[in-house]
T-cell receptor
């Protein structure tokens, strides 16, 4: 069965303390890997799509990378406004996304 | 105004009652989805529709039904609500050309079944 596992479940960082979130997947025929950000009480918001191993995407302090078995979301010099839950999801063929359980990030000033 | 609108935003109901959650979108997207989010379980797919005449079951469709009334409207029904259907429900849309990957979510409908 396809599976998406995110780690850690929760991460607490000081402002400016860089770190990475992990998303490992076991699927056949990956079509794309997606990262979303979710603020409390809101719907998830799309961040990145990665299609092939070696691909990287960047947006402000976030950089997403992809290998054949996992993806990392690197956060450089985070700020309190980066606090949110980050969701990873995979797409196989033309079927809807399968989401991981998310990593809850807290950035303390 | 939000591109994907869900109503109601909050609802408290009793076991056995019929509940409908509604979703409408102004993005012009063909594809619409209903997800459920529970603490510790993440987002799970209930039903999805790739166009008006297409309805598909997701991972956890038991106890739910849907109706795609128009391209812009997709409703989720709980025929006889039970307490373990207490959750946060999200509607989402995507374009045909980008496939089901880049989803646009509504603000969510929080349902409590007593």
């Amino acid at each position: 069965e396809d599976q998406v596992t995110q780690s850690p479940e929760a991460l607490r960082l000081q402002e400016g303390e860089s770190s990475s979130l992990n998303c490992s997947y076991t699927v056949s025929g990956l079509r794309g890997l997606f990262w979303y950000r979710q603020d409390p009480g809101k719907g998830p918001e799309f961040l990145f799509t990665l299609y092939s191993a070696g691909e990287e995407k960047e947006k402000e302090r976030l950089k997403a990378t992809l290998t054949k078995k996992e993806s990392f979301l690197h956060i450089t010099a985070p700020k309190p406004e980066d606090s949110a839950t980050y969701l990873c999801a995979v797409q196989v063929g033309n079927t809807p996304l399968v989401f991981g359980k998310g990593t809850r990030l807290s950035v303390i000033a | 105004d939000a591109d994907v609108t869900q109503t109601p935003r909050n609802r408290i109901t009793k076991t056995g009652k019929r509940i409908m959650l509604e979703c409408s979108q102004t993005k012009g997207h063909d594809r619409m989805y209903w997800y459920r989010q529970d603490p510790g379980l993440g987002l799970r797919l209930i039903y999805y529709s790739f166009d008006v005449k297409d309805i598909n079951k997701g991972e956890i469709s038991d106890g739910y039904s849907v109706s795609r009334q128009a391209q812009a409207k997709f409703s989720l029904s709980l025929e006889s609500a039970i307490p373990n259907q207490t959750a946060l429900y999200f509607c989402a849309t995507s374009e045909r050309k980008t496939g089901p990957g880049e989803l646009f979510f509504g603000e969510g409908s929080r349902l409590t079944v007593l």
